[in-house]
């Protein structure tokens, strides 16, 4: 009987060791491949079988700390759709005198082809460089044979001599992540904090191990074990003696499975910044017979150590190449504004961007100038220079923009761009010579991302907001008349402020009027547009209005001797964007905005008015909206009046039913018809 037993017990143990998953780099098996779906998400395009991150810290004598992480991730690739993650890209921060390195790469695509497990390698063709900027190259490598239902693996080696600055370690991403596994140990005279982010509960783990190492020394009266500076930066010697140090390393630990996909959603902004995370801060060091060094700092030391650097700050006081052209631009003028203004454009129709993104300079403000290229920092530092000379206080002000996410701590990496930011009569401007439709304060979108840190001469800095100070307005004035063959023809003005003029003119500034017309009858469903004219398309300062005449034969039925018309035509509100259910991050509107319409229906000849929709009011919580819409009759018009206002660029994920059930009657409302009788 207990043989019986131990031979059952073997053979469910042995059953389980088979079919449990198997993450060892090139352990893929035939039942991940079968798989045609994500057993908890069947309509994700393909999911995260196994990630792994293992830090650790090399030291040699020369070099001292060094980050070590090795990496390693499995993919299923279910679909097409999911094809874009055969792309692979590894960023490597590149300082003055020491760089990170991706080595020992090796990567392959697994393909069950006629019930067997085909393998294709990655070739050296499909691995190559990119230089973003002076301090950022990005190593790219493409899978080969990706189909459905493919497997592709990859390992590399990630060194980094930068310990002050760890990358984030992801640990969610927009596809399912079925297991997730994290180790980082530091040795214990570097001391770091931890911040985490994201709705997932980390289950952050921290562990202690000792650790020994072999160094060398030169002096006779030999140091006590674990008292040695030299771990901090080895040093030269005539006469070297080897020894070893006993220390402790501090870890943390971090095991997941089953993480859910963060889905992108309408008005989602930068869902890295809501995606489960953890991120380690270098509070401060600590190396024996030295004394303490801190790391963790704040936003104002940050703002003036970029602004002390010789790539920044020093960028701001050359002047000479520039001064005849902007003495020239500006004779005779002495309006501030008007200065500020010639200066803006001058520097925008000058300088093109090279694409590079950086608060510090690239080739530097003169060669720039001369070349008529530069990338952010080139051409925004000449920007605020040009402006100071001219008499405008002007200063420098940093920003992450919404790719390069939320800076959670203070970090020198924190920020990727400068703007100008000018003062005229206590007011303040913020101005990107990069952007050439740019306008004063109507930043590109991907700039409004939190707040920007304007930095001073005086190492003084300050919380800039980056919102316009008004929102973002569309007024339309429609006149409507109701041809025998139940045909709207119609007349409407537009007056577009802000980013919505900005967005307009985005969209048709380079198109002829042929494929403007083109371009409105494809934004307005069931329109012809007849005819149509801009103004002050090309004065990106200015309001952009807009006139056109149309028809529309969709917007009336008749049933029997009732006629029922659509009020708002394309105005009306397409869809509810917010249909799932809940939502764990925040709806960004990217900017403020208001909706105000008024149309004029002329009742045909023969009709008069059975019914006109209800007014409604709604007021979302903390004044956040308004929506207010009403019909009414004056003489043989019917007035219609609409309004939506959102005050408040991001709401906050735990108003998301409000703003559901706000958007479900809106549109509840603009379903209802005018209904005319025949009389």
Known sequence: MRKYVLALISFIVLGQLATAQNYKFGKVSKEELAETSHKSDPEADAAVLYRKTNTK???????????????????????????????QQIGMYQGTSDEELVTSLKAVTYNLIDGKIKESKLQNNGIFEEER???????????????????IEFKYVFTSPFYSTIDEFRFQEDIPVDKVEMRFFAPEY????????????????????????RYRYEDKSLPQAGQVNTLARGSQAQKRTTAEVEFTENGYLVDLENIPALKEEPFAGNLDNYTSALQLELAYTKFPNSQVRNYATTWEDVAEKIYKSDNFGKELGITKFYKKDVDALLSGVADPKEKMMKVYDFVKSKMTWNDYYGVYKDKGVKKAYAEGTGNVADINLMLVSMLNYAGIETNPILISTKANGIPFFPTRTGFNYVIAGAVLDNRLFLLDGVDKTGAPSILRTNLLNWKGRMVRKDGSSLLVDLLPPKPATHISLMNLEISEDLVITGNSK????????????????NLNEDEQSEKMEENFESLEVMDHSFESMKENDKPLTLEYNFENEEAVEVIGNKMYVSPLLHLATKENYF???????????IHPWTDKYNVSIEIPEGYTVESLPDPLSINLSNNMGSFRYGVSQNGGKIIVTF????????????????????YKMILEKEAEKIVLIKS
């Open 57 to 87: 810290f090399n030291y040699s004598q020369d070099a001292g700390f060094v980050v070590v992480t090795e990496f390693q991730e499995r993919i299923k690739i279910y679909n097409k759709e999911g094809y874009d993650l055969a792309n």
């Open 133 to 151: 900027s002076k301090t950022l190259k990005v190593k790219k490598f493409t899978m080969p044979d990706i189909q459905d239902g493919c497997i």
């Open 190 to 213: 570097l001391v770091y904090r931890t911040h985490g982010k994201g709705g997932i509960p980390l289950g952050l783990r921290k562990e202690k191990k000792s650790r020994t190492i």
């Open 494 to 509: 537009n007056r577009f402020t802000g980013h919505y003029a900005k967005g307009q003119r985005a969209r048709y500034r």
């Open 579 to 589: 249909k799932a259910e809940t939502r764990t991050y925040p709806i960004d509107f």
């Open 643 to 662: 309004q939506n206002a959102i005050k408040t660029s991001v709401i906050g994920a735990e108003y998301y039913q409000d703003l559901q059930q706000y």
